[in-house]
């Protein structure tokens, strides 16, 4: 089963709130399936980004999910939507690189960054969202600070964030693993 294919698996079968299935819809008109997750740090390849946000699942599931307090519904919301704001964020585009071995210099493809809606990062993942459904506030507060000190330096703001939201921590931690520990090797583009 490709990315895309188990992306789908586990969204239809864990996210049934309303406005789930316009969402789901509407992610099949962007290029959220093809794009990558970054430009060059991990998923830097065509499909990274699903391939990426399913793995952010599976490790916030096999690390952090506990019966009695958790929900499978928010943790698939959150891991499969948490970077929602990369869609039509990346466009492909070529670059001047000498081939080491003739000497020549060559046109390569890489992604560079075309942000058309310039919201922020976690917070402009959120308010795609909820244009279509509404999250509740830990799946929110997760979202929205899932990046932790490497997106917004407020670090007074994240702290009480992470304080009062578990789910919050548990995201950050479930996306620096799969993308530092996880994902290791899947950039194809930008080496």
């Keep these: 089963m490709n990315a895309r294919d188990e992306f789908i698996k586990i969204y239809t079968e864990n996210i049934f709130r309303d406005g789930s299935k ?11 399936f093809t ?16 391939m990426h ?16 307090t958790d929900s499978v519904e928010s943790f698939a919301i959150c891991a499969l939507l948490h970077d929602l704001c990369k869609a039509q964020f990346y466009k492909v585009s070529t670059r001047n690189v000498k081939n080491e071995q003739t000497g020549q210099w060559e046109k390569v493809p890489y ?14 993942s959120v308010f795609l969202i909820e ?11 997760a979202i929205r600070w899932h990046m932790g000190e490497f997106g917004d330096k ?5 702290s009480q964030a992470y304080d009062r939201y ?26």
């Design 22 to 32: 316009e969402l789901l819809e509407w992610l099949q008109t962007t290029d959220f």
């Design 131 to 141: 244009r279509f459904m509404r999250l509740k506030i830990d799946e929110a507060m």
């Design 111 to 124: 992604y560079a960054i075309e942000d058309s809606f310039p919201f922020g990062h976690g917070e402009k």
């Design 166 to 191: 578990p789910l919050a921590v548990k995201l950050h931690l479930a996306d620096l693993e799969s993308t530092y520990l996880r994902e290791k090797g899947t950039s194809a583009v930008n080496k």
């Design 154 to 158: 407020n670090s007074n703001t994240i």
């Design 53 to 68: 946000s399913v793995s952010v699942f599976n490790t916030l599931m096999e690390k952090h999910f506990d019966e009695e």
């Design 35 to 50: 794009a990558p997750a970054s430009t060059r740090y991990h998923c830097a390849c065509e499909n990274g980004l699903v």
